[in-house]
């Protein structure tokens, strides 16, 4: 036989051999067929909302105005978030040598493995 006979046979013979791997895998589990209990008890609780009519979105320029007050609680919850921000110490400023000390923690880092290298 040729070298691309073989090829071919070898390529049938793997191909039956996955085929028949898979018409004997075992039946699977139902969970595995209807999923987990969570997501049959989420399915079920979305079908019973039901699902927006989108012909219910008012049609507008601007979805929110500026004068809506459902703004100002999204205004006080970013000032909030803001100050938290502020108030964290890792909020400060980092110090004008910091470029100059991380390069002198990687030259040291870059000397010790160097020197590693050079004992083994």
Do not use: H, K
């Not at 927006?52 to 999204?74: C, E, F, G, I, T």
Request: aromatic share 6%.
């Amino acid at each position: 036989m040729r070298w691309s006979s073989q090829m071919m046979l070898g390529g049938a013979g793997s191909l039956m051999v996955v085929l028949t791997a898979c018409a004997a895998a075992p039946e699977p589990s139902a969970e595995a067929r209807e999923g987990p209990a969570w997501f049959a008890q989420a399915r079920e609780a979305a079908i019973a909302r039901g699902y927006p009519n989108l012909a219910d979105v008012p049609v507008a320029p601007r979805a929110l105005p500026a004068s809506d007050p459902s703004w100002d609680a999204v205004t006080a919850e970013l000032v909030a978030d803001r100050a938290a921000l502020e108030a964290s110490e890792r909020a400060s400023p980092a110090p004008a040598d910091a470029g100059a000390q991380a390069d002198a923690f990687r030259d040291e880092a870059v000397r010790a493995i160097e020197q590693t290298r050079e004992r083994y």
